[in-house]
């Protein structure tokens, strides 16, 4: 059974930095991840694509992060990172970690709760 395991976020006040880390278990997994990435979820709004990487390093960020989060992704380790800079109040949300094992075959995590203080 391969299971997302999350860590980081908390309580940031406006302007401050964190880092989310999740690692796609078992590690030692005999195939290659084709993807992985981060979405969030605001109170009361929808589910939104946060960053996304391929497996050959390919990524793609959601408009309102680009220039302040960087994915980065261990494929040795199938963990992937978030570094997320210059944090405001809107970043406020449950981020959850996503890996697409192969096309059709999607794993999420349980979700990391970020609070971003004004």
């Known amino acids: 059974q391969v299971q997302l395991v999350e860590s980081g976020g908390g309580l940031v006040q406006a302007g401050g930095s964190l880092r989310l880390s999740c690692q796609c278990q078992?590690?030692?997994?005999?195939?290659?991840?084709?993807?992985m990435g981060w979405y969030r979820q605001a109170p009361g709004k929808q589910r939104e694509l946060v960053a996304t990487v391929t497996n050959g390093g390919v990524t793609n960020y959601a408009d309102p992060v680009k220039g302040r989060f960087t994915i980065s992704r261990d494929n040795d380790k199938n963990t992937v990172l978030l570094r997320m800079n210059d944090l405001n109040p809107q970043d406020t949300a449950v981020y959850y970690c996503h890996a697409q094992i192969v096309p059709g075959w999607d794993v999420w995590g349980q979700g990391t709760q970020v609070t971003v203080s004004s």
């Open positions: 078992p590690s030692e997994s005999i195939f290659s991840i084709h993807a």
